[in-house]
């Protein structure tokens, strides 16, 4: 079983070295599905079988020992010497590769709990959520926000709260669903939603905004315009620069996206017809997010959470503990 561990181990190591040097996309949720089913199973062979298994060799070794002087006082020999005391802890102790897979079980199960259906951390690593997230923002998602799902394959169980527009959202990006994005919602099932000369309009009626002067956006080093959008009930900054016009069009990497044919693109913007089950997502830094209007909509097998904390940022300590809509 050693053997077996350390073979374990050093495949463990390979993969996240791998992942680590980008070899190979990882799948978080997956390992540590797998982490905590064999971590199980080593825990449960040694509450059942290695813990009972010494505990029955230590006992037989003190069985032993009391006949052996039971046997010698029967001699007249009442003072034996040897003391089995450490040898009897040395029959009781864990081996090291119970220690690393039994050992680390009840931590691993109680982190796969809580980021399966409570809380995730997030990295934001582009700037199109600023000036809502900032580079290197740490974020925690709520997992249960829109209801409960399983593990690993994100199929919901139990429903919960409906997606609003104007929520940050963490999602499966449907161009490569082992990487996660996160986004503003625009537009929900049902909305026709607008995006045409920098402005957004829902149902044929432009979301309200107010300019909020210039943003330094330090990673760009340039100032962009801020203004502060509201969709629904829901108020947030966004970016918009000016120079940036442009005709947009679908250039999803593996060809025409679902419901492709519900989009319509002018040099003026595009125009969605949002269709059932998914969700029209946007970037606050309008004009530097690749969002739906290239890649289109976002299914809602692909949800992952809802957004809601800056937990820390280590470029910028007063980030920490910063909470968004």
Same mark, same amino acid.
């Given at each position: 079983?050693?053997?077996?561990?350390?073979?374990?181990?050093?495949?463990?190591?390979?993969?996240?070295?791998?992942?680590?040097?980008?070899?190979?996309?990882?799948?978080?949720?997956?390992?540590?599905?797998?982490?905590? /089913?064999?971590?199980?199973?080593?825990?449960?062979?040694?509450?059942? $079988?290695? +813990?009972? +298994?010494?505990?029955?060799?230590?006992? !037989?070794?003190?069985?032993?020992?009391?006949?052996?002087?039971?046997?010698? +006082? +029967?001699?007249? @020999?009442?003072?034996?010497?040897?003391?089995?005391?450490?040898? *009897?802890?040395?029959?009781?102790?864990?081996?090291?590769?119970?220690?690393?897979?039994?050992?680390?079980?009840?931590?691993?199960?109680?982190?796969?709990?809580?980021?399966?259906?409570?809380?995730?951390?997030? #990295?934001?690593?582009?700037? /199109?959520?600023? &000036?809502?997230?900032?580079?290197?923002?740490?974020?925690?998602?709520?997992?249960? $926000?829109?209801? @409960?799902?399983?593990?690993?394959? %994100?199929?919901?169980?139990?429903? !919960?709260?409906?997606?609003?527009?104007?929520?940050?959202?963490?999602?499966?990006?449907?161009?490569?669903?082992?990487?996660?994005? @996160?986004?503003?919602?625009?537009?929900?099932?049902?909305?026709?939603?607008?995006?045409? !000369?920098?402005?957004?309009?829902? %149902?044929?009626?432009?979301?309200?905004?107010?300019?909020?002067?210039?943003?330094?956006?330090?990673?760009?080093?340039?100032?962009?315009?801020?203004?502060?959008?509201?969709?629904?009930? #829901?108020?947030?900054?966004?970016?918009?620069?000016?120079?940036?016009?442009?005709?947009?069009? &679908?250039?999803?990497?593996?060809?025409?996206?679902?419901?492709?044919? !519900?989009?319509?693109?002018?040099?003026?913007?595009?125009?969605?017809?949002?269709?059932?089950? $998914?969700?029209?997502?946007?970037?606050? %830094?309008?004009?530097?997010? *690749?969002? /739906?209007?290239?890649?289109?909509?976002?299914?809602?097998?692909?949800?992952?959470?809802?957004?809601?904390?800056?937990?820390?940022?280590?470029? %910028?300590? #007063?980030?920490?503990?910063?909470?968004?809509?």
């Amino acid at each position: 079983m050693s053997a077996l561990t350390g073979v374990l181990y050093a495949a463990l190591v390979a993969y996240l070295g791998g992942w680590y040097v980008g070899r190979w996309s990882g799948n978080f949720a997956l390992l540590l599905f797998v982490l905590t /089913s064999v971590t199980m199973l080593y825990w449960l062979a040694e509450r059942f $079988h290695f +813990a009972p +298994a010494r505990r029955a060799a230590a006992q !037989n070794l003190v069985d032993n020992d009391a006949k052996r002087r039971e046997t010698l +006082a +029967a001699q007249g @020999i009442s003072r034996v010497d040897g003391d089995i005391e450490p040898a *009897r802890q040395q029959l009781l102790q864990q081996p090291w590769w119970l220690d690393w897979t039994a050992g680390l079980f009840p931590v691993i199960l109680v982190v796969f709990l809580l980021r399966s259906f409570v809380a995730e951390p997030f #990295k934001i690593p582009s700037g /199109s959520m600023v &000036p809502t997230l900032l580079v290197g923002d740490l974020i925690l998602v709520n997992k249960f $926000h829109y209801g @409960i799902r399983l593990p690993v394959i %994100n199929k919901r169980i139990i429903a !919960n709260n409906d997606v609003k527009r104007g929520d940050v959202m963490v999602f499966r990006y449907p161009e490569d669903t082992s990487t996660d994005f @996160i986004k503003r919602v625009a537009a929900i099932p049902g909305d026709e939603v607008s995006y045409l !000369n920098q402005k957004l309009y829902i %149902n044929g009626q432009a979301a309200p905004v107010q300019p909020q002067g210039n943003f330094y956006d330090e990673d760009a080093r340039v100032y962009r315009q801020r203004f502060l959008e509201k969709l629904g009930d #829901k108020e947030h900054q966004i970016l918009v620069q000016p120079d940036a016009l442009r005709m947009f069009r &679908p250039d999803r990497a593996d060809g025409p996206f679902p419901f492709q044919e !519900n989009c319509r693109y002018t040099v003026e913007g595009v125009t969605c017809k949002v269709p059932a089950g $998914h969700y029209f997502m946007l970037g606050d %830094n309008r004009d530097n997010s *690749r969002d /739906s209007r290239f890649w289109g909509f976002v299914p809602d097998e692909n949800i992952v959470g809802k957004a809601f904390m800056v937990w820390m940022n280590f470029g %910028n300590l #007063k980030r920490v503990f910063t909470f968004f809509d």
